[in-house]
Every structure is written in structure tokens, then in C-alpha cells.
């Protein structure tokens, strides 16, 4: 029987992206994110820290010569084995803030996709990338941009996010271990950013009194969790996919962007 997996908003999951336009949105901006790392990926061996339910490690195999994908959920680890199978991509759960099961100077790229947010030991965590590249290696970081998504100083209204950065935010936190070669913005024309920009304002003022800043963590997780309780509700029965009008080739991955989603570094090792 095939293993079934639970969207919960942090994954993405192939057969439930088309049920939505927000779904859509962050599926193509998934889906982007793995197409632009591809050019650095071919015919080489790459790490997917955070891989999820392996959608986009099983893109990047089809053109690198192999791929180590790992994630902190077993569930989403063993989705992965029994949805994406191919010789050269291997798939295994770790610990939180654990070490890397590979070697040291062995990865000539490593990816890590809407994976920083979450990471309560950053210094740790990108200490571990850092060891598994080659000198010459390359580390592909993605994450959301808070000033799309938060009033200043505002917490995360995504319960499962610890912390977002902007790209002053997160160069800083990079550079004591990594040189930066580039940091680009990831966008969208304005019928599509508008999709997830509207569902952001949405979020940030409902959320406030649980994610104003100098709360204690706790009452934000405390009152994000009754939020989402509350705003939960059977879902009405599903008559058709959306059918959308746009695709990840409509994603926009530049120096600068009108509206910026995600914020993209590419980076090597400090010597």
C-alpha cells in the first residue's frame, strides 16, 4: 500500500498542490527554487538538507550525479523512499540539530530549501553544511523574506517557523562561515504575487497579538495553535482541480523584485 502523507502547510506534496491558488503559488515557487539549482547541480553530488517529502531531490537526480537527501521527519522520509525511486538519490531521516551522516569535503552542492526558519541551532546547522562541501562547493540557501510576510520586529505567524529573516538579517548570520556570491530575490508578476501577498496581510494583523514583539514564545505558540484550531473546519468536497493559469516559469528569480517571497543566497565555504 502506497504510504500517505499529511499536508500541513510546511510540505510539499505533489498530489494536493493543484486544489487552490495559494497551493499553486507555493508549489511553483517550490518548484523554481529546484529548477534554479539544477544549473549547479549537473553531474555533481548534492546534499538536500531538508528535504521533505522529496519532490524536489528526485528533480535534482535526474541531472546530478548523486543525491543525499535528509530530513527530521521520519514520515516524510519514508513518503519520499516509496514515491521517488532512482539509483543515484538516497534518502534518510537525521536528528534535529544533529550531525550530518556523511563525510567531511564530499558535496560539491548543497541545497536547502525553506529549511533556516525552523532551525533553532543555526550556528550548528551551518556548521555541518560547511564540513560536508568541498573547498570549491557550493551552498543554495532559500527562505522567505520577512518584509513580505511581517511588520517589523513581528514574530512569525507561521506556528512551525522559529525564525524569518530579511537578507541584511540573514547575509550577517552566513558570513562568519561562507562567502556570498550572490543574493537574489524570488517574485512573481503582480496577478501572482498578489495571491500570496494578500493571504501575508491577512495573516500578520490576525496573528499580532500573538506575534507582537517581546512576547514570550510560549504565548505565541499557545495562541498560533488556538488560532488554528478555531479557524479549522471541514472542508467542503472537491468537485475539480484548480486550473491554473500561470506556472513556475512565471516565477521571477532577480537581483531585485517589486514584491520579494524568498530570499536566495549562494554561497561558498570560508576557507
Known sequence: ??????????????????????????YIMHAASYV?????????????FGCGSGYGSAKLAEV?????AVDVSTDAIDYARDHYSRPNLHFEAIEGNGRLPLPGNTM??????????????????LAEVAR????????????????????PYQKPWNRWH????????????????FDIREILAMGAPPHISKIETDRYRLLKWITLPFTFPGLPEAW???????LHRLRASPKPAVTGKYIPDFSHEDILIQPQVSQPLNIIIVSMPRP
Open 1 to 26: 500500500m502506497p504510504i500517505e502523507l499529511e499536508p500541513t502547510g510546511e510540505r510539499l506534496i505533489e498530489e494536493h498542490y493543484c486544489d487552490s491558488p495559494a497551493g499553486y503559488a507555493i
Open 108 to 125: 560539491d552542492v548543497v541545497t536547502s530549501f525553506q529549511v533556516i526558519e525552523h532551525v533553532s541551532d543555526t550556528s550548528n546547522y
Open 132 to 151: 560536508v562541501l568541498t573547498k570549491d562547493g557550493i551552498f543554495i540557501l532559500i527562505t522567505p523574506d520577512r518584509r513580505s510576510r511581517l511588520f
Open 220 to 226: 505565541r505558540i499557545f495562541g498560533l495553535n488556538l
Open 36 to 48: 534554479f539549482a539544477e544549473t549547479f547541480c549537473k553531474g555533481k553530488r548534492v546534499l538536500d
Open 64 to 68: 546530478a550525479a548523486e543525491v543525499f
Open 162 to 177: 522559529l525564525k524569518e529573516y530579511d537578507p541584511d538579517s540573514l547575509r550577517r548570520l552566513i558570513t562568519d562561515r
